[in-house]
């Protein structure tokens, strides 16, 4: 283990850092110079966040918190496996694709909303006893 040096940099244009990685200035002139940076613990020194994503067969899922709550967005993603996973999910997927290539573009959006009527997947939110909102 060492600390981060510039020449550890080079020929780098994408980089994930580690929370227990401690050099912002030089993560953030790296970053101003036009590279790609995704801080996994600060995200206010990088460049990009990294969504927590789930995909089951074409649907997919990705859900941030803007780096302010990784644990809260990997419970969504882990909330959202078993809906991206159903292959009843998937064979509508596949019938609203084939509906799609069938239809002329100038109809298709008209048709595929008309389609889409009735179609909802529920998602409630349950918050934690500890949690009261500001002013209850």
């Not at 040096?5 to 101003?32: G, M, Q, S």
């Not at 993603?77 to 084939?98: H, M, N, Q, T, Y």
Request: net charge negative; aromatic share 8%.
């Amino acid at each position: 283990d060492r600390a981060l040096r510039e020449a550890d940099l080079e020929k780098v244009i994408l980089a994930y850092v580690a929370p227990t990685l401690e050099c912002p200035a030089l993560l953030i002139a790296w970053e101003a110079a036009g590279h790609m940076l995704c801080h996994l613990d600060r995200p206010e020194i990088g460049s990009f966040i990294n969504p927590a994503s789930t995909q089951g067969g074409t649907v997919r899922f990705s859900i941030s918190t803007g780096g302010k709550a990784p644990a809260l967005a990997r419970r969504f993603r882990e909330s959202l496996e078993g809906i991206a996973k159903d292959p009843e999910l998937e064979a509508f997927v596949e019938a609203l694709s084939e509906l799609r290539e069938r239809t002329p573009s100038a109809e298709r959006r008209t048709l595929l909303n008309q389609r889409l009527e009735g179609f909802d997947f529920g998602i409630r939110l349950v918050f934690p006893s500890w949690f009261a909102r500001a002013g209850e």
